[in-house]
């Protein structure tokens, strides 16, 4: 294997980010559902799929980053139905605003990207890390991306390392006491179970890192 | 005026809080119900998108609240308002309040036409248990002029006259406050509907009024004259239906032709009642065949479609808007079903589609996609389904008209008659004019149709189903039609039209005496009062009960909660939805009856093994016991619907002693969980059975000390007792509850019920009867719940009884041997 580095995120690659993030969503439908039973409604694996089914359905052509992510952000909007919508569309929303009109991202404005998306995501829900929810992945994931990419690494490194951040993140929720969302409502009973947001955020960003290796293959 | 936006997970929740609030505030408030998600299987969530539609929706200069439920639909709310551009934003709050209390309360204040502010600090406190702090003690009396009042309206100070009353109270400038002296409370500002439904003014309470000097008089005499109008209590009950003048002067068209033209008489069902005679007249209504013709240009085709639709939607606007108050809040939701059929995707993109793929005309392809989902509609076996057929092709003519340049339908009569339609759509109703129609009658049709609700409310008659023979009756023959009995006489001679005008006078006069006693008690001539309830079993059905004069709901049927979906109902849904019914009852209690679901219903997802012999079977309160996670969830939403009103739970079909204990086992256990859960409920609230099984009946001495009410369903204890399927038109001879033997057994119930020391009632068909009441009334039975239309008739006739006969007839007719024996017994007390 030849060691090419990856130094830009085209449109195709996002584009492909998003078809892999419907199809391992649809996969994971069942288990998603699952972890959302014990602390949940038991939606979140058919809000999630159903959510990105839109946003391919929609997804504009062309090249424009920017207006690719903003309008998987409407769709998520419009069809998760539960919490994860608005929440997931306002990631969208907000890391994609900086990027209109561009084609392609380097490793700088992907890192942007991901903090934009995780205080938006913050803002959105009023809430922080280690309160067991989607944040326990994703902000660890920016934090990691940025690191690596400072490292003068590639971005498939970088992507590697916000997956990893993201999985161990997700991981972490187990032992945690749900404050946020419906989870919140059960109080210490919600120890001990794997936050169903957390693990769709790890599947998203698993989805992105192996698009952009294969790409680089 | 302010626009209200409610964001709930269940759209049904939404579009049904908007009707109370519709009904509510008085005058028509702009309110959007955004709920739930865009996916028929899994239909509870919410969307952003929806939401920002909404708000744009009602959006005008003087603000925008939105409300939400939980979780995402606040977010969802947040989000929308994020989305709107920097100008529109202003204008728009989300409003931290309880849904259901929140809008209701805010629909209200917008109505009274208070501002901004004011809506939004009514709309949090809505659900508080007591008087905001502000409003705690504070000198009314200083600087100011009381004056003391007594309330006399039945319901006293609740919902509706409460909004009367602040929405006059609004037109003053300054301070008003109002103290209900009765029970001792603190003085509250006047213009609160919050303030004045915390003071918990009933009937016959005083109350003191305080004003500024300047406006004191003006305020106590706007307040005098709501008294004088008993604060629109007697405005909200239906007029009685005026006469319906014979045209005596109109000239008798003959009837052209004798040869096809029928006579005698027609037997249809009965929609809206009174007497009519006139000439005939004939109105088509039905989809006219199109000749599909080509075009050169399918884009502009797509075009003129288009046009054609928003066409439809202005004119149905704009009629409602003429049709001004004919028509209620409740009834107008049916236009709007029609308007959402005009941007129905799946029906305009299939329309779209055909015109590119084929090339032919507008009305032809409309003509042909409207046939077809009114043919499948028509074809299925829920007759409210099968009913929107109708309303499906009343769209379709309404837009075929803009696509033709045909010219309306509408009966445009040259003098006044009776209405002949194969089907009447509710266009149709709303297209009268009633001083010129004198009644309708139609080939088909059924009570359950859309049509059928909006001409009950007519004043004219109106009788459907009579057959195919009316298409034979000539045009201008002269008819009489008889919408109590629902009959139609084709060509009467002078002898039925002398027995008319007797019948008409008799009915008239019952019929104004009956609607002026609705709202009042029922009591006997010599005082004695007894409780008239309603009975329900959807939540569309509120608006008919809370005109109705029912003092509460006896029984609510759940078992809609369950039927024509996936999966069983959730607590949260079922929560809602008792809730709902709460906060529209204002205050009257709510019987809820847990699910009596039996092998005879639809209900796939419970997956019930199929049962020879449903009604012998797994049923009621024995498949509750049986299945303890679906028996929890329902009992937990009713408990937790307690904590907002008086309500009731009562088991059906209990056949012993134990299943009645396992029931209120469950019962305390549910309690507990929902203690945990740290959720409110009543735990002092009222828990009853059914006496529908003979076995209940006969040890009726043993359960009475465990419940706190009972109620009898006499269809099925007469079916049990009497050994005769309901359902079986053999045997209909023995279903009669008029059996002494089903009587002995209603008789026993209620011995025992007062030996006890708890209240009896009935909610079966029996408790409406005119024949039964005064049987019930003699053995003692309390309360009496029956389908709304029938209390306004069943209180006149409580009136005309003296309770000592009443004593003496039911002593007696235990004593009889058969129905027909009892039926005459009773017929002698009237005739005596
Ligand atoms: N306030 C919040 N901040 C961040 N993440 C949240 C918040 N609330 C919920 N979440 C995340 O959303 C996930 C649940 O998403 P899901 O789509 O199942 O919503 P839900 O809870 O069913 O929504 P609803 O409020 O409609 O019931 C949780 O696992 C959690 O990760
Ligand atoms: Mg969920």
Known sequence: MTETLTTAVTAPMVRAWIERSAKVLADNRAYLTELDAPIGDSDHGNNMDRGFKAALEKLPEGDDIGAMLKSVAMSLISKVGGAAGPLYGTMFLDGAKPLAGKTSLSADELAQFFDDAVAGVMKRGRSDVEMKTMLDALAPAARAFREEAAKGSDIRAALKAAAEAARQGMEATIPMQAQRGRASYLGERSIGHQDPGATSSHLILQAFSDVVEEAAQ | ?832
């Not at chain 2, 109370?20 to 959007?32: E, K, L, N, R, T």
């Not at chain 2, 728009?92 to 309360?105: I, N, S, T």
């Not at chain 2, 204990?661 to 203690?675: D, F, Q």
């Not at chain 2, 369903?713 to 509850?737: I, S």
Request: proline content about 6%; some cysteine; hydrophobic content about 45%.
């Open chain 2, 1 to 832: 005026m302010i626009g209200i936006v409610i964001v709930s997970h269940s759209r049904k929740l939404a579009e049904g809080l908007k009707e109370i609030a519709d009904v509510m505030s008085g005058q028509p408030v702009p309110v959007a119900a955004a709920g739930g998600v865009d996916d028929p299987e899994n239909p509870l969530g919410t969307d952003g998108v929806r939401v920002l539609d909404a708000i744009r929706e009602v959006m005008s200069d003087e603000g925008v609240l939105v409300f939400a439920d939980i979780g995402s639909a606040r977010l969802n709310a947040e989000m929308a308002i994020d989305l709107l551009e920097p100008e529109e934003q202003e204008k728009v709050h989300f409003c931290d309040a309880p849904l259901v209390e929140g809008v209701l309360a805010a629909a209200v204040q917008i109505g009274a036409g208070s501002p901004l502010q004011a809506v939004m600090g009514e709309a949090r406190q809505a659900a508080a248990q007591k008087p905001p702090a502000s409003e705690a003690p504070r000198d009314a009396q200083s600087g100011g002029v009381t004056r003391e009042f007594t309330i006399r309206n039945p319901m006293g100070l609740h919902a509706r006259p409460a909004a009367l009353l602040v929405t006059a109270m609004n037109a003053f400038s300054g301070e008003i406050r109002l103290a209900n002296l009765s029970k001792g409370r603190q003085p509250v500002n006047a213009k609160s509907i919050n303030g004045i439904m915390l003071s918990e003014v009933t009937a016959g309470d005083r109350i003191s009024l305080t004003a500024e000097p300047a406006e004191a008089e003006a305020v106590f005499a706007a307040f005098e004259e709501l008294i004088g109008k008993n604060f629109g209590d007697e405005a909200t009950a239906s007029p009685p239906a005026a006469p319906v003048e014979t045209p005596a002067a109109a000239p008798q068209t003959a009837p052209p032709s004798s040869s096809g033209t029928l006579s005698g008489t027609l037997e249809g069902i009965s929609i809206a009642s009174g007497f009519a005679l006139g000439p005939l007249h004939h109105v088509r209504n039905t989809l006219p065949e199109i000749e599909p013709v080509e075009v050169a240009d399918p884009a502009a085709e797509t075009e003129r479609f288009t046009r054609a639709l928003a066409d439809a939607e202005a004119e149905i606007t704009a009629s409602l808007a003429a049709a001004g108050q004919r028509i209620t809040a409740y009834d107008r939701k049916i236009f709007d079903a029609h308007i959402s059929y005009l941007h129905d995707p799946e029906i305009i993109g299939t329309v779209k589609r055909r015109i590119a793929d084929k090339g032919i005309c507008a009305e032809a392809v409309w003509r042909e996609v409207v046939a077809d989902l009114a043919g499948t509609y028509a074809a299925l076996e829920d007759p409210l389904l099968k009913a929107r057929a109708s309303d499906i092709i009343d769209v379709g003519l309404r837009v075929l008209r803009f696509l033709t340049g045909g010219e309306t339908a509408a009966a445009a009569v040259s003098e006044p008659s009776v209405l002949a339609f194969a089907d009447l759509r509710p266009s149709d109703v709303l297209a009268l004019d009633e001083s010129r129609i004198l009644g309708i009658c139609a080939m088909t049709g059924g009570k359950t149709s859309h049509a059928a609700i909006l001409a009950s409310a007519l004043s004219i008659p109106v009788v459907f189903a009579v057959g195919e023979q009316l298409a034979g009756v000539a045009e201008g023959t002269q008819v009489l039609l008889d919408g109590t009995a629902g009959r139609l006489t084709v060509a009467p001679d002078p002898a039925a039209i002398a027995t008319m005008k007797k019948d008409r006078k008799t009915w008239e006069d019952r019929r104004a005496r009956a609607e002026a006693l609705k709202t009042r008690p029922a009591q006997t001539s010599d005082g004695h009062e007894i409780r008239v309830a309603a009975n329900m079993a959807s939540v569309e059905e509120l608006g008919v009960v809370a005109t109705s004069g029912a003092q509460e709901v006896g029984l609510l049927r759940t078992e809609f909660l369950y039927m024509r979906r996936e999966a069983a109902p959730g607590e949260d849904e079922q929560y809602e939805v008792y809730r709902t019914l709460v906060a529209g009852l204002e205050g009257r209690p709510l019987t809820v009856r847990t699910a009596d679901i039996g092998g005879d219903k639809p209900v796939p997802y419970m997956d019930r093994p199929p049962e020879a012999n449903p009604n012998l079977g797994w049923r009621g309160l024995r498949y509750s016991l049986a299945v303890p996670e679906f028996f929890d969830v329902q009992l937990a939403a009713i408990l937790r619907a307690s904590a907002h009103g008086p309500v009731r739970i009562m088991f059906p079909l209990v056949s012993t002693l134990q299943e009645l204990r396992a029931a209120k086992e469950r019962v305390r256990a549910v309690m507990a969980t929902l203690r945990s859960r740290g959720l409110a409920f009543d735990d002092t609230l009222e828990i009853g059975m059914m006496i529908e099984v003979p076995a209940a009946a006969e040890m009726a001495d043993m359960l009475a000390p465990e419940v706190d009410f009972f109620s009898i369903g006499t269809n099925d204890l007469t079916q049990y007792v009497m050994a005769a399927d309901r359902a079986n038109a053999r045997v209909q001879d023995l279903f009669d509850p008029f059996n002494p033997a089903v009587l002995r057994m209603i008789a026993r119930s209620i011995e025992a019920a007062h030996a006890a020391d708890i209240w009896i009632g009935m909610c079966g068909a029996m408790a409406g009867s005119p024949i039964a009441a005064p049987i019930l009334l003699g053995l003692g039975l309390d309360e009496f719940s029956m389908t709304p239309s029938d209390i306004a008739e069943f209180k006149l006739t409580v009136r005309d009884l003296a309770l000592p006969d009443c004593r003496t007839l039911a002593a007696d007719v235990l004593k009889l041997s058969s129905a027909d024996a009892v039926r005459e017994r009773v017929a002698g007390l009237h005739g005596g």
